[in-house]
């Protein structure tokens, strides 16, 4: 049976292959809350259509600024939702550790208006978008579990853990039927330059040397990282497959890690962006952490056992992740802010 799902974050990164997949792989209608002023981008929405213009038809975008409460008019318009997925948040770690109080603001009253509104309007399932960081580091040889100790190392993370403590509040006072998922490092297209991938793109496609964060000991930051098209499917994988937890039956919501098939180091990956990119040997600027980024963490590892034990299966590898990105990148210069001119080779 068709579903209504309200998408927030619709122009962000993540939320637009959110919507792309939902529009290719279910008949379901989406009605996408959306500004433009919190690193949303109108251009990711048409794009993730524009393949099938028809599918306007399928969704409604409400300009609808969420750190304030949704209003009763607004409500009405978003119309009778099954599923609510949560994408929205400021989501740059170095932006939080500039500017930590708007950040924090930010995230922390777009969860209570979120979930105030779904008290009201009694979704089936709210989907969070949450993060490894949440957990802060992880040791040498560990992957952290579903439910182990939050640990946030910089305002951003803390925002994210203090959005999965209202989440878990809302479950357990008002039933609200919330589902978290921690996710790992996203790459994909349309990402925006201030995120590692896009901002080394393009440092190599100018002949600048990549920034890479590396311990007093010279030692890389590394991450599992995921195509924004797989952390899609496994969402879609959930609201077909996934109940969730309700309180009385459980002490907690339902949580999923959300990872990458395997570990990369940043300057490994520094060389398989060059290597697809066909730019030969990739300078390298290897800057201590420590000094650099305090509140930067370098190793985020998450263990992704129980999503797949329940049954999903990424459908892209690392590598055809990697390949589809950039290919799609270099077509596309604008979204590295350069002009076709300095990418034609
Ligand atoms: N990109 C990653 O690597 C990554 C990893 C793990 C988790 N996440 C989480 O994924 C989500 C999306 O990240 P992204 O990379 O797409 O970020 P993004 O900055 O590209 O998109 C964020 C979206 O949130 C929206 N938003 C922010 N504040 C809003 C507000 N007050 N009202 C309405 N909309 C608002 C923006 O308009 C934008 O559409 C975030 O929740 C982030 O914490 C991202």
């Not at 607004?74 to 950040?103: C, M, W």
């Not at 060389?271 to 980024?293: I, N």
């Amino acid at each position: 049976m068709t579903k209504h799902v309200l998408l927030t974050g619709g122009g962000g990164f993540v939320g637009s292959h959110v919507l792309r997949h939902l529009m290719t792989n279910t008949d379901w209608t989406v009605t996408l809350p959306v500004t433009f002023r919190h690193k949303g981008v109108p251009k990711r929405i048409a794009s993730a259509l524009e393949t099938n213009p028809e599918w306007w038809d399928r969704v409604d975008v409400v300009y609808c600024d969420l750190t304030a409460p949704i209003d009763p008019v607004t409500a009405a318009r978003f119309g009778k939702v099954d599923y609510l997925f949560n994408v929205a948040s400021e989501s740059h770690v170095d932006r939080s550790i500039d500017q930590p109080g708007p950040f924090i603001e930010n995230n922390v009253r777009l969860i209570t208006n979120i979930l105030d509104y779904a008290r009201q309007a009694k979704p089936s399932l709210v989907l969070q978008m949450s993060t490894d960081e949440v957990y802060g580091p992880a040791p040498d040889g560990y992957e952290h579990r579903e439910w182990d100790a939050i640990a946030p190392s910089n305002p951003y993370s803390a925002s994210k853990a203090a959005q999965e403590a209202v989440c878990f509040t809302y479950w357990r006072t008002y039933g609200v039927p919330v589902v978290i998922t921690n996710t790992m490092n996203i790459l994909g297209e349309q990402q925006d330059t201030e995120k590692f991938i896009p901002k080394t793109m393009r440092a190599i496609l100018q002949g600048e040397p990549a920034t890479v964060h590396v311990s007093p000991g010279g030692r890389p930051g590394s991450r599992f990282y995921l195509h924004a098209r797989n952390l899609a499917d496994a969402w879609l994988w959930l609201a077909r497959n996934h109940k969730p937890q309700q309180y009385g039956d459980f002490d907690r919501p339902s949580r999923f890690h959300i990872v990458g098939e395997r570990e990369v180091d940043n300057i490994e990956m520094v060389h398989l962006l060059a290597d697809l990119m066909g730019t030969g040997d990739p300078k390298l600027d290897l800057v201590d952490f420590h000094s650099s980024r305090p509140g930067h963490d370098l190793r985020y590892a998450l263990d992704g056992g129980k999503l797949a034990a329940a049954g999903w299966q990424a459908p892209l590898s690392l590598e055809e992740s990697l390949r589809r990105t950039v290919e799609w990148t270099l077509r596309h210069p604008e979204w590295l802010g350069l002009p076709a001119t300095e990418v034609a080779r």
